[in-house]
């Protein structure tokens, strides 16, 4: 039997792959990959780093949207408690539309008016037994977006 390549040491004397023809292949085939190859493997590592991309700006924007959501029942329901904490007999429980109050929210909290969140309420007289209902209301981004919380006044008689 012939043999073609050499004793398996390379040029510097050291054990190697076999010179010449590799084993079991045609001679002048070189081992790696192809320019094709690689490109289709870089036009799917690009698809996945888009796919990542997208989840991304998905989940700032799901995060900005429930923080901006949280404020708004946090606002309505600071509004709530004044309300229901109020006498039975004061203005801003007299049935009717009220407000809105508009609500700054800053680095350090939440300021008066001109500001990002909107807040209202609606007072509902009832009877069978005397009380109120009320709905406060809150709205951002132009009333693009709101929450609502609703609870009931009784009025107490001593």
């Known amino acids: 039997m012939k043999h073609t390549g050499t004793s398996g040491k390379n ?43 997208s989840m991304q700006i998905s989940a700032i924007r799901g995060n900005y949207m429930s923080g901006n959501t949280s404020m708004a029942i946090s606002l309505a329901g600071e509004k709530m408690e004044e309300l229901i904490n109020k006498d039975y007999s004061k203005a801003d ?3 009717g539309n009220h407000g809105p109050e508009a609500i700054l929210k800053t680095g350090t909290g939440v300021e008066g008016t001109g500001g990002l969140y909107s807040r209202s309420w609606t007072v509902t007289n009832e009877t069978s037994p005397t009380r ?12 693009r977006h709101q929450v609502s919380i609703a609870s009931i006044k009784n009025q107490v008689v001593w």
């Open 93 to 95: 429980l007299t049935a």
């Open 11 to 53: 040029r510097n004397g050291q054990q190697g792959l076999p010179g010449g023809s590799m084993a079991g292949l045609p001679a002048g085939f070189v081992a790696g990959f192809t320019l094709i190859e690689i490109m289709i493997a870089v036009v799917i590592l690009m698809f996945g780093l888009l796919v990542v991309g």
């Open 132 to 143: 109120k209902s009320v709905v406060v209301t809150v709205s951002w981004e132009k009333n």
